[in-house]
């Protein structure tokens, strides 16, 4: 498929070289490979920077609220499991002010794809620290330098059971557009948390500074599997010096949240939905009122 | 005493929770209920699991009953504490059931003509059973003390104790019918109060505030439901999980209130009737969602069953004190629907209604209850939940790919006069839907342009204006011209409407209830002019600050006369209306002045502030 | 054209984000300020970090400026589309500066007699220093044009780039040079609106509302602040943040807007000064805890610096739409204090006198500002914030271990006629003190009592009333007697105050500003009264539904006779709201007619509803 | 000290049998062996059962908003840095609606000790499943059994960067005691997870049950290193058949976040107010006014 296909008539804002432009594209890229269609997909985002994602393409978009588009990509694949979700956020929005549903997604397990625009910076609101800074660094909010350890978001999603652990970069879309792929074709949760430079406000982390510390774990170790948890645990721990790149954690076989719900087997609320638009059929109901004869 | 009242009158069960007051007191009124009696049924509890007193109380009667009432005419004291509570608020005539000798002072009790009898009942019950029965055998008691026959309760416990084992239920028959022939012995027929299963036995239904409002909403084509526990709202999404798999309905338990609401949200966007039940501190977390909701014009179905505040306040009881938090909740100003059913009857309709508002004007809709409404039970007549009623309207919804062809893409938020862009679903069709919670333009696209902003703000606001020609008006209950007009909202309908009746079958004074169902917005026009033509207005709300009157008063600059408040997490009744009213009857049914009007209670009819 | 205008004039320089308009504007506004002169500057944004057009506004005068004000007499385009907007704002007698030959239409310009002018800025910045400089150049080129002598401006320069190096400096400096040599031989002394430094430099300080608030606030004792960054309150965490050590005060970035309401009410409880800033997305997070901080009295300051909504809505924008969900925001009844500075004065003193209110009712008070308070730059004299006139009163709050002989244990929340209870913190002396969100007896243990909470609630709810006492009075400005009376709160006063003078200063029709500082609790009876000798009544607010409207009409009953609402995010200015008054000036400043009533805006005078 | 020195004239209302109570006498036990005055110590709790425990002691004691002690206790150690401040409060309002304050507080490190009533349920809300409940676990909102995998708090404290991690049993007190001894004395945040059979909602995680799984990692190992982050994360997943109490994980020497705050050096912010209180001193703020200038 052609990924111009996801080509929105909007304008862009996203300052010139920022990391988000590589998460767009490779987005695009990884559907188009896939050949789904800009109506089959649901992109959901929350407010920063990077969630105006949504507002950039052509496909069903849903620009919430900050640090919450997770519980809303649950409602909408537990309603309409037909969707494919996605959710894409910032660090802020996703381990921040979101940390709680990013726990919970986790052990859940819905069929969610989530990319995660980690540019360890507060990027609309003009450069505070966000969670994922390293410690000491400095911004209008943490002039002392930051006094909490960065959050990290690799081990946090493996301990709460997180069943697909990744890190793309900005600077690589093709190997992110892989780590998407692999994130959708995956039954289940999976996390892509994409090391994205900020040009404007983060004069630390930038593209010289991951590229001189990424490598691709496919690339260093062959024999790397990223079905074990106790390696990725290690290599989740890795990132002073070292920071690997592409799929750290992949555990299949584990169902889905939605795999569970007896509900959803040959239905989904949206099908009744949809069907009762028709047919309320009343007399389905009548025996309830049995029980509180 | 020879003469004898006949089905009209009140039983509690008092005791320390972990007792079993309030199943055993549920299983009492199903055996009532299936000889055809009316019935209405109040539990109070504390928050808390274990200890501390509880009651139950079940209002018995041959005509339609539609709230509580003092005096009782039975207490069923499991513990010494339940008859101290209690004391004031009993009969003259009346009779306390005791299962063993306890300390107390019965000399105030005997001077008002009450008896009271120790029964051997916990002795029995151990006898026969063992200590946990011995509910069972105080509610024999009181069958054999007010004439009603056993074979009622048998049924219902072997129907509830079956279920467990056919052992457990032969015990407690056992027990049962131990303590009938006991009470029996002691009391004969002569209490005065009794109960009589009617000739023929009328089919009722037995159902509380949630439960109406799930079917409803059931009916009304619901099918996903994310809440997190919290009383009085559990008990909607708890009934909607334990529906048999078929009905297809997702029941989602989440991590927290603002989970709930956004997957919710989440859910309606892709076109599934969705709802969410919460009490006030969990809309509290959720208010920031309703704003998205507003934005992104996704109907959205949220239920505040309302219980005493602020904060954690009293958890278990009842209050009416977040309507004007509703009803102006989250930053900035976007259109929204707030209805108050009154009734059960009302909290079935508001369940399906509330969907098709939701889709017809895209907005969130906040069904508004209280523990009181939520969780009494009253005998309702089968026809009173009529599926074949429930209409499914899903407004502007656009069914299916009816949008692929637009040029220039489909227009989710295309201005139109009545606010109502029709509306496609996600993945339904090619068209791809775009919604953002910043202002957007017709596309759903981001723009803070000028001009489109006003425009979009004018149409957002427009549908509240076109909805409110649907609304309902305000319902007159009663004589149209009455020398008193009661004003109300939600539960308190009820203890209005009796007391109400009262006062007019009294003759002297007459009197009226002004309810008023659909809050927000308002048909104030008719609410003025009802207003205008009353003679004298008095507010009646369970609240401290009076929110309806202020409400009203914004919307119509009428003022009440007169504000009958009570904010002590317990329900208005219709006696403690009318005594406060400075209009108690003159009949027998009177109570001790302790119960309706404490000194430092300082129940004062204010001028509404 | 020989008449010249002195010191009478807007300029306003226009460009994407990220080409410094903000931080050049600013600039040039210090430079102008040093000189003594008066100003008032703007900025306009988008919510977006690069791209898309951003502007910077500064009005010049010799007397003290209350608001921003159409038309522009300079603008300085940086991008064609900088003209394109803002076209229809330019005076006639106006210049534009284009930096380098842009494609626009000038014929509409010439016109009106505006003259246009491409300069080679863009080539002077490179030659002498780099691209970035282009603004540097192009506010020389102003300054020529005004005959504003560059040697304030240089200074300016020295200090703001010498902090980074004495090179950038001097290429700045130089590039200023060239530009301002090179517009003075092509304006010569022609322009007719002028700057001249007053003789004598009268030093003053330029503020914003939300720098006068931290200041406030911290002279007030304020020594926590937690938040969670949201435009546009974060800069008064972040102004606290940067503030030297020593001061003490502890500045928390918390994880989410309820992990911040929620440790500024734990340091609060400890008996610490704290404060939560926020706008109105995070406050709807808050609400839970604010009513927390109700129930458990712990004092809490708030800020709501609001800005467009609903929800996200126009994030950079100004806008008063969250009056009415403070005021009720949380579930339940309880007191909280809301006051709304209107000038940049008023904020700082809302800083630290929120905090003795707090003190004194213990309970939670906001302070509600908006985006075009909380950020616009005025000069302020220097003794307009002036920490001499700062009190510090902590109320009942208990200061040593006077409570520590207290039999039967402390009473935190004693019984008192104004509801107020004295208050010992936890570890300063040997009573322990106990605080839940459930209903509490007076040590703050949790009861469900029936007498106890009716007494409790009455004791909270008493605090309202006795601060209402001490509230601010409304206030009247202009003659006492006018035809007409602008009602109106918050920030709208600047515009609303010289649209006032201006109509008094033109005869005919006489007018003045009625604003209202405390709005919850609020003076009733004054207000009342102050409305009810009003000849015409027209509210002015920058919100959709006329908030305060309703809430006088709630309080007072009293119905405005017009409305003047705004909600495009962009702010009023006294032009627009004497033309929507039908009172337009027939003065030499007249605007284009598209400015102020753009056909599709609606911009309805409307009744209130 | 005489433990009894925090005994409260309130009743108590937990059910007979309810490990609970084990949980407030192990705090009690706790204080009286650190000779800590009642006024001294700060015990901030939420809403559910268990949070109703500084009701029944004589200490001082707030008992705010479900999922929210957290926040306020580090609003209250940050301000006023010689209280001890100690978080009880059950695992639906520390892990569930708390999760996101647990997440940060893990990094954050204020100097508190959390105690988590942890049942594996509801209790105060009448048996829903709660974040650590067993899959499958059948309750009222879960009557096709839970669906999520439980969240492991220990992995999670592991993986946020707690730098103190235990668990106890409320069948064992005086163990309970020495962790909250040992968690007090600790500099940072210390976790000390409770397992707590609820007698009245959770008839599968029982007393019973509890202790045919438990032993003391201490006990069972005396060269365990409580200060290896690999050993703690390999005993925090030990669960099913085995379950080890006592301190899993302990590191000292990293600063706290008060430490890190240059303006509690010699000061805090509550005596900077109090002082305040008779000496406003406002000429100190005079040259603020000159940035303005
Ligand atoms: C409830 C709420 N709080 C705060 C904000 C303000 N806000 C907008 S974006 C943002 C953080 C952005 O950081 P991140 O999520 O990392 O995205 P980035 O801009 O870096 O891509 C904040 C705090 C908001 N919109 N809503
Ligand atoms: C915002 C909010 N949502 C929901 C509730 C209702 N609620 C009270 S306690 C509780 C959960 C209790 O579980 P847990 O924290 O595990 O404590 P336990 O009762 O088991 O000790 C809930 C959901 C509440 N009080 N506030
Ligand atoms: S501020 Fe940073 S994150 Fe935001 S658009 Fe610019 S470079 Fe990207
Ligand atoms: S319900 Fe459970 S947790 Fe609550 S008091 Fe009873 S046993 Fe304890
Ligand atoms: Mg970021
Ligand atoms: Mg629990």
């Known amino acids: ?293 | 005493m020879t003469e004898k009242t006949v089905n009209d009158l009140s039983i509690m069960i008092g005791g320390d929770a972990g007792q079993g007051v309030e199943s055993s007191g549920a299983g009492f009124c199903l055996a009532l209920a299936r000889t055809g009696l009316q019935l209405f049924a109040l539990q109070d509890y504390r928050s808390q699991i274990c200890g501390g007193h509880n009651f139950y109380e079940i209002r018995i009667s041959d005509r339609p009953l539609y709230s509580h009432r003092e005096p009782i005419h039975v207490l069923i004291a499991l513990t010494p504490e339940s008859v101290a509570l209690h004391l004031d608020s009993i009969a003259p005539g009346g009779a306390v059931i005791l299962p063993e000798k306890f300390e107390i002072d019965e000399a105030p009790l005997k001077e008002r003509g009450i008896s009271v009898d120790s029964l051997p009942l916990m002795k029995i019950a151990e006898e026969h059973g063992n200590r946990l029965m011995l509910n069972t055998a105080a509610l024999a008691a009181t069958a054999a003390l007010t004439g009603f026959p056993l074979e009622y309760m048998e049924q219902v416990i072997r129907e509830n104790f079956g279920k467990k084992s056919a052992e457990l239920a032969d015990t407690n028959v056992a027990v049962a019918r131990a303590a009938h022939e006991l009470a029996m012995e002691r009391f004969g027929e002569d209490f005065p109060f009794r109960i009589e299963p009617p000739k023929k036995a009328t089919k009722r239904m037995l159902m509380n505030g949630n439960e109406a409002i799930a079917l409803g909403a059931l009916a009304g084509g619901c099918r996903f439901v994310s809440a997190y526990p919290m009383t009085p709202g559990t008990s909607i999404i708890e009934f909607l999980s334990a529906l048999p798999h078929e009905y297809g309905v997702v029941a989602k338990h989440a991590e927290d209130e603002i989970a709930a609401v956004c997957m919710a949200l989440g859910a309606s966007f892709t076109g599934a009737r969705a709802m969410t039940p919460t009490s006030g501190g969990g809309f509290s977390l959720m208010v920031e969602a309703v704003g998205l909701a507003g934005m992104t014009e996704v109907p959205l179905v949220l239920v505040d069953a309302q219980r005493g505040g602020p904060s954690t306040g009293l958890p278990t009881r009842t209050e009416q004190s977040d309507l004007l938090f509703t009803i102006h909740a989250s930053q900035g100003e976007f259109p929204r629907i707030v209805t108050a059913p009154t009734t059960i009857e009302e909290c079935f309709e508001a369940g399906w209604r509330a969907f098709n508002l939701a889709d017809k004007y895209q907005c969130p809709v906040i069904i508004m209850t209280d523990t009181f409404l939520a969780s009494s039970l009253r005998t309702l007549e089968m026809d009173a939940i009529d599926f074949g009623r429930v209409v499914i309207d899903r407004g502007a919804t656009v069914k299916s790919t009816d949008v692929d062809g637009e040029s220039n893409g489909y227009l989710r938020f295309r201005f139109s006069d009545d606010g109502i862009s029709p509306r496609a679903l996600p993945g339904r069709g090619t068209a791809t839907i775009t919604a953002a919670s910043d202002e957007h333009d017709e596309t759903g696209h981001i723009t803070e342009d000028s001009d489109n902003r006003v425009r979009m703000m004018n149409k957002r606001m427009q549908k509240l204006e076109t909805a409110r020609a649907e609304m309902k008006s305000p319902i007159l209950y009663g004589p149209k011209d009455a020398d008193l007009t009661l004003v109300c909202w939600g539960s308190t309908f009820g203890a209005c409407r009796e007391a109400v009746d009262e006062i007019n079958a009294e003759g002297g004074s007459s009197a009226n209830v002004l309810r008023i169902i659909d809050l927000w917005p308002m048909r104030e026009e008719e609410v003025r002019e009802a207003l205008e033509s009353c003679k004298r207005r008095v507010l009646v709300e369970q609240n401290y600050t009076a929110q309806l009157g202020k409400l009203i008063r914004m919307t119509t600059g009428i003022e009440m006369d007169d504000t009958l408040t009570k904010f002590d997490g317990r329900p208005f009744s219709p006696p403690e209306i009318k005594q406060r009213l400075g209009l108690e009857a003159g009949s027998g049914n009177e109570v001790g002045p302790k119960d309706l009007q404490r000194a430092d209670q300082e129940y004062v009819v204010r001028r509404l502030r």
């Open chain 1, 1 to 293: 498929m052609d990924p111009r296909i996801y080509n929105a008539p909007t304008k862009n804002t996203w300052c010139a070289g920022c990391g988000d432009f590589a998460i767009l594209r490779a987005l695009k890229l990884a559907l188009a490979e896939q050949v789904i269609a800009p109506h089959e997909v649901l992109v959901v985002s929350g407010i920063g920077c990077g969630s105006k994602l949504p507002d950039y393409m052509n496909v069903n978009g849903f620009m919430t609220i900050h640090g919450r588009p997770l519980p809303v990509a649950t409602g909408a694949a537990l309603a309409n499991p037909e969707l494919k979700v996605v959710v894409v956020n910032g660090d802020g929005d996703s381990y921040g002010i979101g940390g709680n549903h990013f726990l919970h997604t986790c052990r859940r397990n819905p069929n969610i794809t989530h990319i995660v625009e980690n540019n360890q910076v507060y990027g609309l609101t003009k450069g505070q620290y966000s969670p994922t800074s390293d410690k000491g660094y400095v911004t209008t909010t943490s002039p002392d330098g930051s006094m909490e350890m960065a959050l990290n978001p690799l081990a946090v999603a493996l301990a709460a059971g997180s069943t697909f652990v990744a890190r793309g970069f900005a600077g690589d879309p093709k190997q992110m557009a892989q780590l998407i792929v692999a994130g959708m074709q995956h039954n289940g949760y999976a996390l892509i948390d994409v090391l994205q430079p900020c040009v404007t406000f983060n004069r630390v982390n930038t593209y010289d500074w991951y590229r001189s510390r990424i490598y691709k774990l496919d690339e260093m170790d062959e024999t790397y599997d990223p079905s074990s948890s106790e390696a990725a645990w290690e290599k989740a721990h890795e990132w002073e010096e070292r920071i690997p790149t592409g799929i750290l954690y992949n555990r299949e076989g584990i169902p889905t949240y939605e795999d569970q719900v007896i509900q959803l087997r040959d239905n989904s609320p949206l099908k009744g939905t949809l069907s009762l638009w028709d047919d309320p059929r009343p007399e389905q109901y009548e025996s309830l009122k049995e029980q509180f004869v």
